[in-house]
């Protein structure tokens, strides 16, 4: 039974893939900052496949230490999706608080190297990094300062650590827009009722899993369509 470690996996996006490797028979090690919603999502995957529900903050050394010690020896996969926004609404970079600017960085692009420090003698050749990132890694959206420009060192670790592991499938993969609390909360007050579920996201994160694409950075719902248009 091959095994993934799926960060910010309570809710949105990381739960939704959970549950498709949970229905492909993957065994999986979760986290999630909110003990409660974790729950939940352990018990519903619990009944499908072996899961392992660890509450807890990426930014934290026990907390990624435990999850490598609940994972074992074999990490087939590692799904760094965790992420925080920041302040909402998000202030301009002039007036961005640099205390909360840190914390951004720490979970979203400090927390992800450490964790794949952690996973990579793990990792065995074929397996896969998937690093969760966003069009505003690549996009100059005013106000989107903090995420984006964390975003976007994510992005360029992820490039550098797949140079660096040629015989590793590493990965950055941009969702998309999406209807999850994260995205309602970078437009407080606004009906995001029109975005898609995270569910549309998750084909194309399985074509990277499951298949044998070079690494590189890919948009999912690309993925999706051109398997689509392959059958």
């Known amino acids: ?16 893939l959970a549950r498709a490797l949970a229905q492909r028979d993957w ?3 979760i986290d999630g900052r909110d ?35 609940a994972a074992g020896d074999h990490v087939d996969l590692l799904v760094n999706n965790a992420s925080l926004l920041g302040p909402s609404p998000q202030p ?24 794949t420090q952690l996973a990579l003698p793990r990792v065995p050749d074929g397996g896969a990094i998937v690093n969760v990132t ?14 984006g420009s964390s975003k976007a060192a994510l992005d360029q670790l992820t490039a550098i650590l797949a140079q660096e592991h040629p015989t590793l499938r590493i990965y950055s993969v941009d969702p998309g827009d999406m209807r999850t609390d994260m995205h309602q909360a970078a437009f407080p007050g606004e009906d995001i009722s029109d975005r898609p579920p995270p569910e549309t996201s998750v084909p194309g994160l399985l074509t990277l899993v499951e298949g044998d694409l070079p690494s590189g950075r890919y948009l999912a719902r690309e993925l999706t369509a051109t398997e689509a248009l392959a059958r």
């Open 1 to 16: 039974m091959p095994l993934a470690i799926i960060t910010g996996s309570s809710r949105g996006l990381g739960l939704a």
């Open 27 to 29: 065994a999986l090690v």
């Open 35 to 69: 003990p409660g919603a974790l729950e939940c999502a352990a018990r519903e995957l619990g009944r499908v496949t072996e899961v392992v529900a660890l509450p807890g903050d990426v930014a934290d050394d026990w907390h990624r230490g435990a999850l490598l010690d």
């Open 92 to 115: 301009s970079l002039s007036r961005y608080p640099l205390e909360a600017l840190q914390r951004v960085y720490e979970v979203n692009v400090l927390a992800p190297l450490a964790l």
């Open 134 to 147: 966003s069009d505003a890694a690549v996009e100059p959206y005013a106000g989107w300062g903090g995420y």
